[in-house]
């Protein structure tokens, strides 16, 4: 409650003396009296940074109409993202990096295309947070058009695959049943058969596929990223990929009809439930048998 | 009402007449059973069993056991237009079109999983307590048959849906299979009918799981209900319950009562699992090809001990004349399960030779008083467990975040270095308990209560425990190591049997030499007359309560 006094008398303060004040020779009169005022040449000084910025705001071109407006500005834009997030592993002209050791610092980018940089930058893998088995998903640093303008200028590097057209991520046009017979064939080594992931050797996996993206499994596939194959066109068609795309989405969807689905991780789940709580269940039953008939 | 009574009794009387039952009847239908929660562990294997048959008979109506191929156009979309199996085309149709099949489906494999477990547990029970020494023998073989019988069923069953998970199982069996040197390329071409996977497995694995198998196991069931009852139940001593006599509640009809509520109990819970949790979705699994082997390829929990010891196996092959002799599956697969079998079937045998006491015994061992025994079933447990783990390695790696590689030399190691580990500590543990039980007996109970005397000294008042609890720790026999007599006896003639004696002594030094024995008479009383006088004049202060 104090703290409200202070406030009201400046309130009251204020408004004494701008009810001294009449049009804009008040103003003037005002300016000219108080220009020797100790704030004075702070209130200069704002004015002008607002103005300053406010017209940069107004004037300056927008990344978004850049990126439409031309691919060469993009491609530019890209090489400089990526001297400043990619270049210290990559190499500025995304050659790679190999160090003194024989370790390969950053793998050259050549050749690898928009789609790789697209699943990489775009599912938050790179840039990476630090060496380990595998680079792991994260949040994503870049914007999409950031990330754009870095796959434009790997691109331009040289030749490689390209992000996935629309047509080839509308999963309603995809073949369920067909889908999850490629999938088995192909990927449930892996990803096991619904796509929930499983370990590869020293510390590196297969991810989990629920939830991600049809335009990152998509490009998943045609770049192959960490120890993952390539499938190109050749191998799975775009529309076999689409099949994919679709079975994984239809399976992530569909109702447990058996109950709790525990992880949908099959008999070591099973196996632990059926002890941990099946058995213990009917041991404290049995022990509660026992202790209400010795009282009887 | 009284006309159809005395109607009943007319009856009864004329059958009785006639083959004089109502004696035996009422000699057995008063049976005792004694009362613990722990020998109730059977009774759950039994009652999941009937469920299991109950369901199983369902199931039969509707699958068809055959690897004829059909084209998938059933009521599950995801799978339509889809080549497979008839048996998996049934299973999704008992799953999806028949009215409580998939209920019944889950009934019956956390049945089958429920059952395992409860045999495996019943039988870590009666090694815990002893129960399995003489005269129980016959009855331990018997309970190691059943537990390997369940083993056996559940497995075929697990295969017989001809899903991509039951499939790659039965491509390790073949594999396993065709290890072993000579006969294991035929063996598996009888079983399968020539090349794997062939299309005569289903139909064969179908009559050894709805036949063969169960009818063996109710055999074996039976037998081993008429040797319990014949034998009659061991129980815990304790004031009236001794050697010679079983203490507890008549058969009828106080025992049927609660045996038969404790099956509705055991069915119920199991129908509560198959109500609520998803057991082995096939559906998802999608039907077996055998070029497929997909990640998060597991066993049911009673295989996964094999699969562990398979997938930690260094790899290891030689060749004999040109033929591969691959120890790498050899070892793991079929020489893994007779290292484990062998010796539990003949653990009774093998302890009656360690201890050399042939006596029969109807009185339980707490686990404590026996701490050989105790420490070789827990390190037995850990070296199970280890395989356990190993069996769902990639499991475990995914869900802890680290190396796949780290959990398999862990387990590599550690099946070597725990288990002893594990009977070392949990022999100390025994002792430690033996020797607080003795301290318990020979000096009271603890109270709590501080006291300083006027001296300055502290000490802690102990209570003296009752006569019923001092009991309770006192009625186990003396166990002593057995003593392989002089060499050679008074004229100097050598005794022929010193050699084997000497041995036999040392086994019973093994198993008895460490154990902490109870007080003997003199040295309770002792205990009670000397060095207490401050003590039990304080104890005269107590307030009764803490007595």
């Known amino acids: 409650m104090p703290r409200s006094l202070p406030g009201r008398s400046r309130g009251s303060r204020i408004g004494q003396s701008s009810s001294g004040l009449n049009g804009g020779a008040s103003i003037g009169r005002l300016l000219s009296t108080r220009r020797r005022h100790p704030l004075a040449a702070i209130a200069v000084l704002v004015a002008v940074l607002f103005t300053a910025g406010g017209a940069y705001a107004a004037l300056a071109p927008t990344t978004s109409q850049n990126v439409q407006a031309a691919s060469s500005t993009q491609i530019d834009e890209g090489r400089q993202l990526f001297a400043i997030g990619c270049s210290s592993c990559h190499g500025l002209n995304g050659e790679g990096q190999i160090n003194d050791n024989g370790d390969v610092l950053g793998p050259s980018l050549i050749g690898v295309g928009a789609a790789a940089v697209d699943f990489q930058v775009g599912t938050g893998r790179m840039p990476l947070a630090a060496p380990s088995a595998q680079a792991e998903r994260k949040p994503v640093s870049y914007s999409q058009d950031q990330i754009d303008a870095m796959a434009a200028f790997v691109a331009s590097l040289a030749p490689g695959p390209d992000v996935p057209d629309e047509e080839y991520l509308d999963t309603s046009q995809g073949n369920v049943a067909r889908g999850g017979e490629l999938f088995r064939t192909n990927c449930s080594q892996c990803h096991n058969t619904t796509g929930q992931g499983g370990a590869l050797t020293m510390g590196q996996f297969a991810p989990n596929l629920t939830g991600v993206e049809p335009r990152h499994i998509y490009e998943a596939m045609i770049t192959g990223p960490q120890a993952m194959p390539v499938f190109n066109d050749q191998t799975v068609t775009p529309e076999d990929k689409r099949d994919i795309i679709a079975f994984l989405e239809s399976v992530q969807n569909e109702p447990d009809p058996g109950g709790l689905a525990i992880g949908r991780a099959g008999p070591v789940a099973e196996g632990l439930w059926a002890w941990l709580v099946g058995i213990g269940l009917l041991i404290g039953m049995a022990t509660w048998i026992v202790t209400r008939s010795s009282k009887a | ?547």
Request: aromatic share 12%; glycine share 10%; net charge neutral.
């Open chain 2, 1 to 547: 009402m009284s006309a159809i009574v005395n109607g009943a009794g007319k009856v009864v009387d004329f059958v009785d007449q006639r083959i004089t039952a109502s004696n035996w009847l009422k000699r057995n239908i008063r049976k005792v059973f004694p009362d613990h929660w722990s020998f109730l562990l059977g009774e759950i294997a039994l009652f999941s069993f009937i469920m299991i048959l109950l369901s199983g008979v369902f199931l039969t109506l509707w699958f068809k056991p055959t690897m004829a191929h059909v084209v998938y156009e059933g009521a599950y979309v995801p799978m339509r237009d889809v080549g497979m199996s008839e048996a998996y085309a049934s299973t999704l149709e008992i799953s999806f079109e028949v009215r409580g099949g998939l209920l019944m489906r889950q009934v019956h494999h956390w049945g089958a999983l429920i059952f395992l477990a409860a045999m495996s547990a019943h039988m870590l029970r009666v090694f815990f307590t002893g129960a399995f020494r003489k005269p129980r023998e016959i009855n331990w073989l018997i309970g190691v048959v059943l537990l390997v019988l369940g083993v056996a069923a559940g497995f075929t069953g697990y295969s017989l849906p001809d899903d991509l998970l039951s499939g790659t199982g039965l491509r390790i069996i073949e594999g396993g299979m065709l290890a072993i040197p000579i006969v294991g390329t035929y063996l598996s071409s009888f079983l399968f009918g020539g090349e794997y996977p062939g299309d005569d497995i289903i139909a064969r694995l179908y009559p050894m799981h709805i036949l063969l198998i169960p009818g063996l196991i109710l055999a074996l069931v039976t037998a081993h209900l008429m040797i319990l009852w014949y034998q009659k139940h061991t129980h815990w001593g304790g004031p009236g319950k001794t050697n010679t006599n079983v203490a507890g509640a008549p058969f009828y009809p106080i025992y049927v009562a609660k045996a038969g509520g404790f099956q509705f109990i055991v069915m119920g819970v199991i129908v509560l699992l198959a109500a609520t949790i998803q057991i082995n979705p096939v559906w998802l699994w999608g039907p077996y090809d055998p070029s497929v082997v997909s990640a998060g390829t597991q066993p049911d929990w009673y295989v996964g001990f094999l699969d562990g010891a398979l997938r930690v196996m260094p790899p290891w092959e030689f060749y004999i004349f040109d033929h591969p002799v691959t120890m790498s599956v050899l070892i793991p697969a079929i020489l893994l399960p007779g290292i484990i079998l062998t010796p539990l079937a003949l653990y009774p045998w093998l302890e009656q030779k360690a201890t050399g006491d042939t006596r029969e015994h109807h009185l339980l061992d707490r686990p404590r008083n026996v701490p050989v025994r105790t420490g070789i079933g827990v390190a037995f447990i850990v070296f199970y467990i280890l395989l356990w783990i190993a069996g769902g390695n990639d499991f475990f790696a995914t869900i802890l975040e680290i190396p796949v590689n780290w959990i398999t030399w862990f387990i590599r190691i550690g099946i070597f270095v725990l288990p002893p580990l594990a009977f070392f500590a949990t022999k100390r543990i025994c002792l430690g308990l033996q020797r607080r039980d003795r301290d318990k007996v020979m000096h009271g109970r603890e109270t709590g209560i501080v006291m300083v005397s006027p001296e300055g000294e502290f000490s802690e008042l102990h209570a003296p425990l009752s006569q019923a609890q001092a009991y309770q720790l006192t009625w186990h026999e003396r166990q002593l190591p057995s003593d392989p007599g002089p060499a050679t006896d008074a004229n100097g003639i050598p005794n022929p049997n010193y050699r084997s004696k000497r041995v036999q002594a040392r086994l019973s030094r093994f198993y008895f030499g460490d154990v902490v024995q109870k007080p003997t008479r003199e040295e309770l009383e002792s205990a009670h007359h000397d060095g207490h006088g401050a003590e039990s004049a304080h104890r005269d202060e107590l307030p009764s309560g803490q007595q």
